[in-house]
């Protein structure tokens, strides 16, 4: 690896037009000197084009205007048009530190690590009150095997690709899926498994923004089992590659599927199929689910409480409790 290989920076945009501008301006004023920015507008209706339009003069930028395909197809296309030796992936409604693509490109250099990972912030929608950090912690150096154990339970590591940079040979040899959603939990685990290590920066330079219409908080759709196909097919992979972390490969599917049996119960779904899904699925894992050793005593309490359909009291009791000791 060169001293400052090229970065390709992938971009898909839909519909964020607030956002965009400090997105690409965070992205443009990177320390790091050699960038591309690959902007894909995945056929927004708001102002959002016009906006990619204002920086097609940029020198580091490419941008494509294309009909709406979804966030899984502009990664796996971003993929095909990069020509960075490193490449990483933003989302189009958050924003990144000025030197955030420095200080993990010097430290996967350092490391001679495949992935780059730093912490990041969980922000408003306003994005002037910072309401809590995830996974920091010291710098770290983590081979493969405990880089996937952390990411099955999601202890300071998890499946987003959006705070990580990837060397190019990594993702070439990711299966990429397409039209679906929770595509980076299909992705990194894969990345991982073709890793030989990964460094870890600790600190938080990727300001996630949690927005209330943002694909984490949908309504109850089917594509929000894409989440459990996904969780299932690492529960096979694993039991096939790294049999002794089977355990906690089952645990990251009962995690899943009991937070979306969970949002059931309390959002109901659009299609009664899903629901349907999600009842026969839970019926079938929560007692194996109880026994994982991973759960905690709150958990377990949640898990018995959707077995009786004693869950939206619980959490109508809780919501109460919580507003009293406020």
């Known amino acids: 690896m060169t001293d400052s290989p090229l970065l390709s920076i992938i971009l898909p945009v839909y519909n964020v037009a607030p956002f965009l501008k ?3 301006d965070s992205l443009l004023a990177q320390t790091y000197p050699n960038i591309e920015l690959i902007i894909i507008n995945d056929g927004s209706t708001d102002a959002s084009p016009a906006i990619c339009d204002e920086y097609q003069d940029q020198p580091q930028v490419t941008l494509i205007h294309q009909d709406n395909h979804g966030l899984a197809y502009c990664h796996r296309y971003g993929l095909e048009l990069a020509h960075g030796e490193l490449i990483t992936f933003m989302d189009s409604d958050d924003w990144v530190d000025p030197t955030m693509y420095a200080e993990l490109i010097k430290a996967m250099q350092d490391a001679d690590a495949e992935i780059g990972a730093c912490g ?3 922000v408003t929608e306003q994005d002037e009150q910072v309401i809590g950090t995830e996974f920091t912690g010291d710098p770290r150096v983590i081979d493969r095997v405990t880089a996937m ?7 300071k590591l998890d ?3 959006c705070d990580k940079v990837f060397t190019r040979g990594v993702l070439t040899k990711t299966k990429f899926p397409i039209q679906c959603y929770h595509d980076d939990v299909a992705i990194f685990y894969q990345t ?3 890793a030989t290590r990964l460094v870890h920066i600790g600190k938080p330079y990727y300001h996630y923004r949690q927005r209330t219409n943002s694909i984490s908080s949908m309504p109850l759709s089917a594509g929000k ?9 690492i529960y096979q992979f694993i039991r096939a590659d790294y049999p002794h972390l089977a355990n906690e490969a089952a645990y990251l599917y009962y995690r899943n599927l009991k937070n979306l049996r969970a949002l059931l119960a309390t959002q109901g779904a659009a299609d009664q199929a899903v629901a349907t899904v999600l009842i026969n699925d839970f019926k079938a ?4 689910a109880l026994r994982n050793r991973h759960f905690k005593i709150r958990d377990r309490l949640v898990i018995l409480a959707l077995q009786t359909n004693f869950y939206t009291n619980l959490k109508l009791a809780t919501s109460r409790l919580n507003r009293r000791d406020g």
């Open 22 to 24: 400090k997105c690409i």
């Open 120 to 122: 990041r912030y969980l």
């Open 149 to 155: 154990y952390e990411l099955l339970l999601e202890h």
């Open 159 to 161: 499946s987003s690709i």
């Open 192 to 194: 991982v498994h073709y």
């Open 225 to 233: 089992l894409d989440l459990l196909h996904f969780s299932r097919q």
């Open 285 to 288: 894992s929560a007692s194996a």
